[in-house]
């Protein structure tokens, strides 16, 4: 059911390289998401998106960037990535503000040495 | 800012039993989130309610607004249901007026 893509599922990288997480979706929503998950612990809110050319952060401070050129992607950047940055990522769409549920992505588990 | 608890944190179950998840909130909200994360981590949406009940299939979620309590109830429990379920209560104000529960492991034993 759910048509919004996340790649790479897993991404093993060295401290200070820059990664982008992709964030794909065929649904033609405006509102897009991306969460961070540490194992055990509830998903937080680190940047969101109500359409082209609007991106916002989150409650959760983080070090990545993002953009939304295209209603369908919306894709996650870390400039240099480090250790404290291991977890979880995960993309979704849909509009919570109007009461609809939300679609996620499979999530790319990063692991940062 | 809205706190959201579950309980059990962890469940074992054999199979073929009645299953309850429970999600209480601290503030009012206008909708309740009800989640499943499988193994590997990805994230379906089950339900999604502002009030009453909702049935799908074996699972049956209800709500409390009164209360500010959300059951989530599985019948007639199978290994295919063992998954973590997360409850998410939107108390408005924008994307980061959701909120998430840590989570309930739920663990079924054929």
Redesign the interface.
């Known amino acids: 059911e759910?048509d919004i893509y996340q790649t790479p599922r897993y991404l093993v990288i060295g401290t200070g390289k820059k990664i982008t997480l992709e964030c794909s979706q065929t649904m033609g929503h405006d509102?897009m998401?991306w969460y961070q998950?540490d194992p055990?612990?509830?998903?937080?809110?680190i940047h969101?998106s109500?359409g082209v050319n609007s991106t916002?952060k989150?409650?959760l401070s983080s070090e990545s960037t993002v953009s939304r050129i295209r209603t369908e992607h919306f894709p996650l950047t870390l400039e240099s990535a480090r250790p404290s940055h291991t977890s979880?990522y995960?993309c979704?769409s849909g509009n919570?503000?109007m009461?609809?549920?939300?679609?996620?992505?499979?999530?790319t588990?990063l692991s940062v040495l | 800012k809205n706190e959201v608890e579950q309980s059990p944190q962890n469940l074992t179950a054999q199979e073929g039993e009645f299953i309850t998840i429970n999600c209480s909130y601290s503030v009012g909200i206008s909708a309740l989130h009800w989640l499943q994360q499988h193994p590997g981590g990805g994230i379906v949406s089950l339900f999604m309610l502002s009030s009453g009940k909702k049935k799908h299939g074996r699972l049956i979620a209800t709500i409390n607004i009164q209360e500010k309590h959300s059951s989530l109830h599985i019948t007639a429990s199978h290994p295919r249901d063992s998954a973590v379920y997360i409850c998410a209560a939107y108390s408005g104000g924008g994307a980061d007026g959701l909120t998430f529960g840590k989570g309930t492991h739920l663990i079924i034993q054929p």
């Open positions: 759910a509102k998401y998950q055990g612990m509830e998903l937080h809110l969101y109500y916002e989150g409650d979880q995960l979704a919570v503000m009461g609809e549920k939300l679609f996620f992505g499979s999530g588990q």
